[in-house]
């Protein structure tokens, strides 16, 4: 059985992915069971879904607790531990990232693997949804999976031109993956950053959730407090010199804020993905 | 009557414990953390399964789906008869919990003018579970059980207009809000939350994943609700005094609150006018009640 | 000074709330159990209840969340129902025992295919939690509302409690009844101190809403609200011992109450106002030298386990009542009887009487004749195919 845990976020389609996969090794004549994680989704926020995949009815209902894969849809997320973490031995992380698999800082008894799939959907979808652009590299590094099967899953999910733009993101993703390379710390470092998912109440730190993050112009700002008011989640303080400052651990990076105010004082800034 | 606010004399400090588990520019987080800001302590907040909005710093309780009538009841006779009527009761629900499930809890409740403030969050559907059709989804609007297609239009119904509802039972005070108009809902929060009997304060929260449009347009497609008459801004006392906050010279056209929102996507010309239509007779209501300084209709 | 008034069962509730000093009360009206709801109006109206607050609700569903609500809150409070009330009810009864809120209800047994009673309206309710009460006279009712209140908020139980009595032949019938004086019920029951409460005077303090989704182990809360309800057997034997000794009455262990069971043969066992005739049919089998004793079951959750065990020491066979029947499962005193004399070492015949269904009418004859059937068991060592009908 070959077991595979998927990390996204709310809106990318991680679960979509997840069943996409599980269809694919149907169409490949396995049995499969695709999982989303039970609860909530929110927009924005982490989540994880799972795949099982053998040659006989997958009985096992229980989450994947030690993945043979672990496919990581989003570009920050890849940059943190918790992807790569209670693997099986000599387990496949195939990450969305533009770096190379060696310039990840995830360690184990693993192997990296990384596509740029965030550019592949911008280019073949115009959109930075990355979940069938994900599928095809994962079809190079899982021999149980085609990417014939694959292209016929899509096509059950996204019918018509739709379905024709995200098998070519997988074929690009297929094409462009690297090579895995054996990670070299063996031992995870002690203090990981746990990754914030959604659920009720209050939230320790969302600053995971922003792909896109509000930067001031102090200069242009006229202190009306337009961005403060409207902020849903009080990530704006106002300081004392009358301007607003962002609460990184608050900002889930929506954008409210830069589009009311009334002399385009705020940008929504891309967030770099640092090594 | 509400008292005119200012940004100026809007609080700064927070009543709630951010950051909460919304998704990004949701619409019931900003009315929860508005509403809060000016709630003052001494409150015992209620909830209903509804979706997250903001964890506030008062001690909360939560009751089955149909139990918002009559949870608000239990405290507010039970603080009654322990003799602390110093602390209110609150309940902060959604739409489908005040419109639906709820309503004729809440109906009973307001008929025996309990000593509680409601506060509606009305994203217009069950959003917690998907988007599924609610006494608050409008007319043509598409939810994951008003499917469009050969045989379906969208939602077949008007949204309930719930104030008139309560109104018909005399209650003390209702009033409608909007994030959009920060002031003006935090001034109808602060003068109901004081007031003796059943409060009614009704938020129109955009939802940018059930209505499917930008989250950082929450604020806009909340502004042009207002503005076309779609949503307006009213307070009614004791069931007749009326009084309009929002009077535009002139409406702008439905179509600027319609177009952002994926929601409305499939509407034909026809459609659009009907509810057009729809909206303009509702809003000459309104005007005439804010004319007449009493409820008309 | 012992007063002593006739009264019918459903006023004898009435004064238990009063002189329970209950805080908010919220019903709904149904047959048989009508007529509390207006004693309770007459003694808000009377104004000799300070501090009470009586709710005349839009159904039986928002008083039991109206009740939960102002427990949550810290008031000692009350509701009470009937058969389809009951079951119309069963949502929030589960948030009411799931959130540790002590609480009485007094539950009107009206059947839930009739009218008339049986027991099927209570016995429905058992996964919702609560602690079920069965009680056979107006003096009962009256003992057992208020004790409720003391085993409820006990704190090693802090569940609510539904005291079951008979519609019609108990709530409409009139009988005398003692009442005691308020100052040895307040002495008995103190006022309620809930150990949480919805009343926080510290502003910053913050309790988070009900619901799931949170860390930890999900059984937890289901470990604790288990362990309640079996340290119930515990505390009911308490509280009925203190109260015997307030009163001079006494109802056996509080969870059993045995009639002759010394020196019987056999037993039998019944529930509710049917354990009167039974009792009568007991002392008529005797006259006629068959030796067959009653069990009356006061407490059916907990369930009186230890009393049962011990009880099966000493007979050759136990002739259980039921007055509800679960189609295709069987009775549910018999069920648990059976269940509870697996872990022993003795097993004597156990058959299983049902009637008494949708209000039929249980004699003393019918008694009669389900102790000398049990006799005929007890000797051919083996009874007839369960659901036995009466």
Known sequence: MIEIRLHGRGGQGAVTASRIIAAAAFEDGLYSQAIPMYGTERRGAPLTAYVRIDNVRVRERELVHTPDYSICFDEFISMNQTIANSMKPGGIVLANSKFKPEELPLAGDIKIACVDATGIAIKHLGRPITNTAILGAFCKLCPEVSLKGVEKAIYKYFPGRVGDMNVAAARASYEQVTDLITAKNKEPPKQVEEIVSGGYGALKDVSGWRVFEPVIDEEKCIGCKTCWIYCPEAALEWTANNKPAMISRACKGCGVCANECPVKAIEMVRVQVKK | MSERMTRAQVPLEEGIIFPGSTCQGCGAAMAARLTFKVMGPNVIRHGIPCCPDQSSKSPSTGSVFEGAGPSLTGTSRALKALGRTDIKAVGFFGDGGVYDISFGGLMAAAQRNENALVICKDNEAYMNTGGQHSGGTPKYAETTTDQVGPNSRGNKFHKIRAAFAFAALGVPYIATASVAFPEDLMAKVKYAKDIEGFRVILIQTPCPVGWRFDPAKTIEVARSAVQSGMWPLYEIENGSTFKLNYKPKELKPITEYLKPQARFRHMTETEINEMQTYTNQRWEEVLRADEAKRLTF | ?390
């Open chain 3, 1 to 390: 000074m012992v007063d002593y008034e006739v009264m019918v069962g459903n006023k004898a509730c009435a004064v238990a709330c009063k002189l329970a000093r209950v805080n908010v009360a919220a019903a709904f009206p149904i047959t048989p159990q009508t007529s509390i709801t207006e004693y309770l109006s007459e003694l808000y109206a009377s104004g000799e209840m300070p501090g009470f607050e009586f709710v005349n609700c839009e159904g039986e569903l928002p008083a039991q969340v109206i009740v939960n609500n102002a427990a949550l809150v810290g008031a000692r409070a009350f509701t009470c129902t009937a058969g389809p009330g009951l079951q119309y009810m069963h949502h929030p009864m589960a948030s009411t025992a799931g959130g540790r809120c002590p609480l009485v209800m007094a539950v009107v047994h009206r059947g839930i295919k009739s009218m008339q009673p049986d027991h099927s309206d209570l016995m429905s309710q058992q996964w919702t939690g609560w602690i079920h009460l069965y009680v056979e006279n107006a003096q009962e009712i009256l003992d057992t509302i208020i004790m409720g209140y003391k085993i409820g908020e006990d704190a090693r139980v802090r569940l609510p409690v539904a005291v079951g009595y008979d519609g019609y032949v108990l709530s409409y019938t009139a009988e005398p009844v003692e009442i005691p004086p308020q100052e040895m019920v307040d002495k008995f029951l103190p006022p309620y101190k809930p150990p949480r409460s919805l009343i926080y005077d510290d502003p910053e303090a913050s309790i988070g809403r009900g619901g799931g989704f949170r860390s930890g182990d999900p059984n937890y809360a289901w470990m604790m609200h288990n362990e309640g309800a079996l340290n119930a057997e515990e505390v009911i034997k308490e509280v009925f011992a203190e109260w015997a000794k307030l009163t001079g009455r006494k109802y056996g262990t509080g969870m059993v109450e045995e009639y002759k069971t010394e020196g019987a043969d056999v037993v039998i066992t019944a529930m509710g106002t049917v354990a009167g005739s039974a009792a009568a049919a007991i002392d008529k089998l005797w006259k006629d030298g068959k030796k067959v004793g009653l069990v009356k079951i006061r407490s059916f959750l907990p369930f009186p386990r230890a009393d049962f065990q011990r009880i099966a020491k000493n007979v050759q066979a136990i002739g259980v009542f039921d007055r509800s029947l679960q189609p295709g499962m069987g009775g549910p005193s018999y069920r648990e009887i059976k269940n509870t004399l697996y872990d022993s070492n003795v097993h004597p015949v156990v058959a299983g009487f049902v009637g008494g269904l949708s209000g039929k009418e249980v004699t003393v004859k019918n008694f009669v004749d389900l102790g000398e059937k049990t006799l005929e068991y007890a000797k051919a060592k083996k009874a007839d195919a369960h659901p036995i009908w009466v």
